[in-house]
């Protein structure tokens, strides 16, 4: 069974950090890139990161730039999303998602995680 399992997520002060997992199971990561998505209350699904599979190349859309790193691990089938200098604004549920490449078409994506909370808050 193909399957993304998020977690890392939690509550965290303003100016802290958190490291999200996206482990998968069913299928090999190394042929695929991968992207951290996250959607906040009351808004679109947005793309924060993505990291493809055949260079290792990485994006960042532009309010992480600076703050986040994804990098991954296949030997343990895993991605990272390191996120630190964390603001409020950064609120939302994390999702990480499977393509062929980094794909900017959100909708393209083939392997979805369930999400994990990431809550900044004082």
């Known amino acids: 069974q193909v399957q993304l399992v998020e977690s890392g997520g939690g509550l965290v002060q303003p100016g802290g950090s958190l490291r999200l997992s996206c482990a998968a199971s069913?299928?090999?990561?190394?042929?695929?890139?991968i992207g951290w998505f996250r959607r906040a209350p009351g808004k679109e699904r947005e793309g924060v990161s993505c990291?493809?599979?055949?260079?290792?190349?990485?994006y960042y859309t532009d309010s992480v730039k600076g703050r986040f790193t994804i990098s991954r691990d296949n030997a343990k089938n895993t991605v990272y999303l390191q996120m630190n200098s964390l603001k409020p604004e950064d609120t939302a549920v994390y999702y990480c998602?499977?393509?062929?490449?980094?794909?900017?078409?959100?909708?393209?994506?083939?392997?979805w995680g369930q999400g994990t909370q990431v809550t900044v808050s004082s």
């Open positions: 069913g299928f090999t990561l190394d042929y695929y890139a």
């Open positions: 998602a499977a393509s062929w490449w980094c794909n900017p078409t959100i909708d393209e994506y083939d392997y």
């Open positions: 990291i493809s599979s055949s260079d290792g190349s990485t």
